[in-house]
């Protein structure tokens, strides 16, 4: 049973959408967003991490959840379990935290400690209008399929670290720092059709779209937009799993229809980052599992899952 299995059997009591947040109304005109995430030790970040980089990642991951719904963030709580009380650690992965809380203007309001194995599990919570999400279900039949930046570099750096590689300094920025696009979420409010934050790989996370929006889609592989360390190694391998199917990007991918594409050019002007469309949504499909094709590749790559 895998983990969305897993979910669904035992824990959609039909009560949440299955968004990348789960929206609650405030009053008539304003609605929370509110997400949690866990990284654990040795499944999300390896035993040496510096805790610098364990602090930034596990707010900057909630931060990318309510990047993807273009909520505002308002406050997270930290439920932090370690394996021992270190002074020089929780001094740096406090210092790190509250940088990054600081820049994205979100509060930390509460929490709980805990002894076990170091796991450090955040809920945030951000504002939105009411209606002005931008949900996983929206993407309709001739929506463009767009993806911020690049893809896979994140996913790279994992690999090399696990082949006892060093990574580069920018494969390892991406890994370690993710940037939440949480201006770029915002900005989408009223463009976009739908938004999802690629934390699975863009392979598996485009298909919870067209899951939700009950529409199929083909992406073109030499559309996809990739940093020259990645293009080498895909050169070199033909691993094109690590940009489809790697995981840890934190970018944001999104489908807009044909009559707001050329206000992306303004809001990438004004961000200072890449948009790329990668392909299309092509049609209705209300019954089939297989919703994404994907020019050009031999075989699908096997998503990443917990379980
Ligand atoms: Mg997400």
Known sequence: ???????????????????????????????????????????????????????????????????????????????????????????????????????????????????????????????????????????QVGDSIFVSNTLGDAALAWQQLQNQQSPSTALLKKFNHPEPQIKLGQFLLGIANSCIDISDGLQQDLSHILTRSKVEAIIDLDALPLSAEVSKHIANTSDWCVALAGGDDYELCFTVPEAHISKLKAVQQELGIILTKIGVITSKNLISQCRLTIKDLDKACKPYQHF
């Open 1 to 139: 049973m895998n983990e969305f299995d897993l979910i669904e059997k035992y824990f959609d009591w039909g009560q949440g959408i299955g968004d990348d947040c789960a929206l609650v109304a405030v009053n008539s005109h304003q609605q929370l967003a509110t997400t949690v995430d866990t990284l654990i030790e040795g499944v999300h970040f390896p035993a040496d991490t510096i805790p610098q980089d364990i602090a930034y990642k596990s707010l900057a991951v909630n931060l990318s959840d309510l990047a993807a719904m273009g909520a505002t963030p308002l406050y997270f709580s930290l439920a932090l379990t370690l394996p021992s009380v270190n002074e020089q650690w929780l001094k740096a992965f406090s210092q790190s935290l509250k940088a990054l809380a600081k820049q994205y203007s979100i509060r930390l309001i509460g929490g709980d400690t805990t002894k076990g194995v170091l796991s450090i599990t955040i809920n945030a919570t951000g504002t939105l209008e009411k209606n002005q999400a931008l949900l996983r279900s929206g993407a």
